[in-house]
């Protein structure tokens, strides 16, 4: 599978080729998948924002948190660079009887000043551009996006959690299809790619996709640099700490209030 596309700073962006997608669907976006984001926006601490909160899904995908904060009574809009994807996001929506506004958008450019009062990136839907500098962009566009006071709430594998772990091929079966997933770290532990192989029957997909690895203390440095305060982790959704168990990286932001109270 061929993944060149043209980001503007001369490299080929693997997320951007919709054959991934397509190929992939079955197992990146599962029903398991949209069940434990229903559970997460229900029961997690971090999602307890203020009623009737303005709520941007930062690479929204197929709305699988879009549904479950509109449902919640939240002002939820979605943002993707893929048209398909939100073409499936707006079914959820309308099969789930909620309303969203869904934006096509490249993250590295997406930014609606004040606009929200809360902005959520979930399941390692970060670190994708192929620049560090474009991904700490991404940082200070949902810092601009946010009111202030707003919160950000960043949800990725952090690299601690996988330094941890011995496996570096993984192994799963849905619907009659074989997804064999192979991780390769590379420079220096500061990027990791993954090798995806989805089988059935005599047919093979294969994709791969390359993304930056943050520690606690780099996405820190991160987002302090973008202009956020308040910064903290967890290591779960029910707001455990980042400690040696942990099992996401998931950073909490703050938009700091000037003395003016703005």
């Known amino acids: 599978m061929s993944a060149e596309h043209d980001t503007g700073n001369g490299a080929s962006a693997w997320f951007a080729d919709q054959t991934f997608w397509d190929d992939f669907y079955p197992h990146l976006f599962s029903a398991e998948r949209a069940a434990e984001a229903e559970r997460i926006v229900e029961r997690s601490p971090l999602f307890r924002f203020p009623s009737g909160a303005r709520v941007l899904d930062l690479c929204c995908g197929p709305g699988l948190f879009t549904v479950p904060l509109a449902r919640a009574g939240h002002a939820v809009t979605g943002v993707d660079l893929s048209a398909p994807l939100l073409g499936r996001a707006r079914t959820r929506c309308q099969e789930a009887g909620v309303k969203a506004r869904f934006v096509e958008a490249d993250m590295l450019g997406f930014a609606e000043p004040e606009a929200f009062d809360a902005v959520v ?50 192994l799963s079966e849905l619907d009659g299809k074989v997804l064999v997933q192979r991780d390769t770290v590379l420079d220096d532990w500061s990027r990791l790619r993954s090798d995806w192989y989805s089988i059935e029957g005599s047919r093979a997909a294969t994709g791969s996709m390359t993304l930056h690895l943050y520690s606690a203390a780099e996405l820190r440095d991160m987002l302090r640099s973008a202009g956020f305060t308040g910064v903290r982790f967890h290591g779960d959704y029910e707001g455990g700490p980042y400690d040696h168990r942990a099992e996401r990286l998931i950073a909490v932001a703050t938009k700091g209030v000037d003395a003016r109270g703005n």
């Open 121 to 170: 990136n979930m399941f390692t839907s970060f670190g994708y551009l192929d620049r560090h500098e474009d991904n700490v962009q991404v940082l200070r566009n949902a810092h601009t996006s946010l009111a202030p006071g707003g919160t950000l709430l960043v949800d990725l594998v952090g690299k601690e959690i996988l330094a941890r772990r011995d496996e570096r091929v993984s």
